[in-house]
Structure formats: structure tokens, C-alpha cells
């Protein structure tokens, strides 16, 4: 069974930094893409960024690049976004997804695991 478990979100001033940790286990995810999501109440859940574990591809929301840094550590099955030059509207809860790729996959796809949300509040 995959388990993703988030940390790191808090409260920060605009301009400020946080970064999100996503502790994976339950699997080999050679053959997995992560993703960072995040929703604000009454929206839709929005694509923020991806990783492809094996190539450590990235892809972002371009409302984040620039501004943010998603990575992984392979001997840590961890996945990190560096969010920096923080603004009040990345104000949301942040979840932490898995996918087992496939040809047909793309960063802000379907994604088959998710974590419990952290959530991230920036002051203006």
C-alpha cells in the first residue's frame, strides 16, 4: 500500500520560503511520477509541479516557475517542493500525489495515490 506523507507547510510572510516534504514508501517507485497539488476553498485542485522518479524530470504550473523547486532524494524516497518569493495566493493546502507512468501520462494528470494535505499560509 502507497503511503505519502506531507510536512513543512506553516504560516510565512509574503516573500518568505517553505519547503514541502513527501515522505513515499510502499513501493519501488523507479517507474513513478510525483506531483505537488494544491487546492484553496471552493476551487478545483491545481497542477503545481511534477517529477519523474527515475529521470528526475520537472514540470511546473507557470504560476510557480521561477519560484519554485521540486526534487527528490532517491535514498530518502522523499520528494521536495522548495517554494520561495512566497505571495499571499499560494495561500492553499498542498497535497503530495503518486503515479505509476504510463505512455499516456502527463504532470497534471490523473494520479493514483495522494497524501493528507499541508497546508501553507502566506501573510501579505
Known amino acids: 500500500q502507497v503511503q505519502l506523507v506531507e510536512s513543512g507547510g506553516g504560516l510565512v510572510q509574503a516573500g518568505g520560503s517553505l519547503r514541502l516534504s513527501c515522505a513515499a514508501s510502499g513501493r519501488t517507485f523507479s517507474r513513478y511520477a510525483m506531483g505537488w497539488f494544491r487546492r484553496t476553498p471552493g476551487k478545483e485542485r491545481d497542477f503545481v509541479a511534477a517529477i519523474t522518479w527515475s529521470r528526475g524530470s520537472t514540470y511546473y504550473a507557470d504560476s510557480v516557475k521561477g519560484r519554485f523547486t521540486i526534487s527528490r532524494d532517491n535514498a530518502k524516497n522523499t520528494v521536495y517542493l522548495q517554494m520561495n518569493s512566497l505571495k499571499p495566493e499560494d495561500t492553499a493546502v498542498y497535497y503530495c500525489?503518486?503515479?505509476?507512468?504510463?505512455?499516456?501520462?502527463?504532470?497534471?494528470?490523473?494520479?493514483?495515490?495522494w497524501g493528507q494535505g499541508t497546508q501553507v499560509t502566506v501573510s501579505s
Open positions: 500525489a503518486a503515479v505509476s507512468m504510463s505512455s499516456n501520462w502527463y504532470p497534471g494528470g490523473f494520479y493514483d495515490y
